[in-house]
């Protein structure tokens, strides 16, 4: 007799421990789904809300969420119109919503939920199907839409799925909608006013990958005929692994079929094969696998998250994660393409691109962790305009192109860097460290006690920046380093004087708190967490 799971979280469980012995059970999965009503904290993270399908990401929670956003619109509030880019909710429902989703298990059947309420409230609306993070904001522009629905948990596990908000700029949400949308969303959960289901009178479809190549010939940050000319001519191998995710196909519509190009993992599969379909380098085996086996002078692998918004590259010698890349993608976009203006990136991330700025006397701006903190610097009527924006989990946009994150973009930007330069990455990387200087950037943790999560925690971990001003003296590794800078936007990040740093930032929402370093050496990265953990201790138990 088949086991009857109570529970999604069990279930889970066990499909995980043996996803081809157990890939059965997502019935059981799509069933608890359907029938738990138990309500669900909606929490609006740095790229939308997330939870476990069946344990509270629901058919009835989303339905929930849906009806927030809706609630949103009709309240006609000036600032939330405003941060959507819309007169008001008559605006809204003229201009029509996006929605679509990942490969995610039960992705169009939770669509159509969202589609049928949204059709109810009279917008119109776009069924996208599977599609790509970039997609959906390139789309937004493209059909000149209010918004967008992506349900996507992005690089989360199997067990996860996801709904993020994307306003008609293209770029997520910002906290103001989000915001709102989790007050009135977690209202109506404690009321349990959940919409009955609502089936939708038409499904109106839209290609985005099409109008997502559009897009990237009106916009033309990246070459397209140059980067095809590119393969073509060259004896070069591109290897895409696609993790079983939505950028499967992609590279096929903007590149062509050819036999230079290998697509890895593009067949269905909700579980993904077991593992967390993340860009990490442990996940880079296959493509690395595939480069060693071809003999060609030019070599690029990549791997991309589901949703199409984070990526990893090799060249077959090195694995070059963001904190490189986006630092080498500021020095081709700007001495190769010519192309002016600021860098963006998030907190964490390597100084390898503020050394860079700082010689080619390039403004830098550093933000909260999350993408959309980068908004004010990719909108095409910002006084300061970013030629990339990037942050080090492996997130990246550059000039006049979407105000998402896009992994597309940046295979392309990999691309054109190779053609140009005639170089693969590694070549081009080290040519840049031996002129800028070299970086060893890296993260790690310490769990703390669960009564500090939150508030508590950051109060704590706030005094640093007190202890550790501007000017005070440490030893690190047997060396007296100054502190030049202190950083507090997110967390203290303190910048000594050999460019060195640390940066000690409290999750918000789980028990930890996250360590950021970088050293000049690989050797000196070992001293720096040391410090880093000590400086943390005696904060915590100040």
Request: aromatic share 8%.
């Amino acid at each position: 007799m088949t086991e009857q799971y109570n529970d999604a979280s069990s279930c889970w469980k066990d499909i995980l421990s043996d996803v081809a012995k157990n890939r059965h059970r997502l019935s059981d999965i799509e069933r608890l789904a359907r029938e738990n009503n138990a309500p669900a904290r909606i929490v609006f993270g740095t790229s939308g809300w997330r939870g476990e399908i069946g344990t509270d990401y629901t058919f009835r929670n989303v339905r929930i969420v849906t009806a927030a956003i809706l609630e949103m619109f009709r309240s006609g509030d000036h600032a939330i119109m405003q941060a959507m880019g819309v007169r008001d909710f008559d605006e809204i429902k003229q201009r029509g919503v996006i929605v679509g989703h990942d490969n995610r298990f039960l992705g169009p059947e939770f669509s159509l939920e969202v589609i049928g309420l949204m059709q109810q409230a009279g917008l119109r609306t776009w069924y996208a199907g599977e599609a790509a993070t970039p997609e959906f904001s390139a789309g937004i522009e493209m059909l000149k839409a209010a918004c967008c629905v992506n349900l996507t948990p992005s690089h989360n596990p199997a067990n996860y799925a996801g709904f993020k908000f994307n306003p008609s700029d293209g770029g997520p949400a910002g906290s103001e909608i989000t915001s709102k949308i989790e007050d009135i969303a977690n209202r109506m959960m404690l009321e349990s006013a959940a919409p009955d289901p609502v089936h939708p009178v038409k499904i109106e479809e839209v290609d985005l990958s099409s109008l997502y190549l559009d897009y990237l010939k009106q916009r033309g940050t990246v070459d397209l005929d140059r980067i095809k000319d590119f393969i073509e001519r060259e004896d070069c191998v591109i290897c895409i692994d696609n993790v079983h995710g939505s950028t499967r196909g992609r590279a096929q519509r903007i590149l062509g079929e050819d036999p230079k190009i290998i697509y890895l993992r593009t067949e269905d599969d909700y579980l993904f094969g077991g593992i967390a379909p993340e860009p990490s380098e442990k996940n880079m085996t296959g493509v690395e696998r595939s480069l060693a086996d071809s003999s060609a002078r030019l070599k690029l692998g990549v791997i991309m998250d589901p949703d199409g918004d984070r990526i990893r590259f090799t060249d077959g010698t090195i694995q070059i994660p963001m904190n490189y890349f986006g630092a080498m993608a500021l020095h081709f976009l700007h001495v190769h393409k010519k192309f002016s203006g600021i860098v963006a990136k998030s907190v964490g991330t390597s100084n390898f691109v503020n050394a860079i700025a700082e010689r080619l006397n390039i403004p830098v701006r550093e933000t909260k962790v999350g993408f959309k903190n980068f908004r004010p610097y990719l909108l095409r009527s910002s006084a300061e305009r970013a030629v990339v924006a990037f942050e080090e989990s492996d997130g990246i946009t550059g000039y006049n192109h979407t105000l998402e994150k896009d992994a597309i973009f940046g295979l392309l930007l990999a691309i054109e860097m190779m053609a140009t330069t005639g170089k693969n990455l590694s070549a081009y990387l080290r040519g840049i460290m031996d002129e800028f200087g070299h970086f060893y950037p890296d993260r790690s943790g310490i769990s703390v006690n669960r009564s500090l999560v939150g508030e508590p925690l950051v109060t704590k971990l706030s005094g640093l920046g007190r202890k550790y001003p501007k000017g005070t003296r440490l030893i690190i590794a047997g060396q007296t380093r100054t502190v030049k800078d202190l950083i507090t936007v997110d967390g203290t990040k303190l910048v000594f004087d050999d460019g060195s740093w640390l940066m000690v930032r409290p999750s918000g929402t789980e028990p930890k708190v996250r360590f950021y370093i970088e050293a000049r050496t690989e050797e000196g990265k070992k001293a720096v967490f040391e410090t880093a953990e000590r400086m943390t201790r005696e904060a915590l138990e100040a």
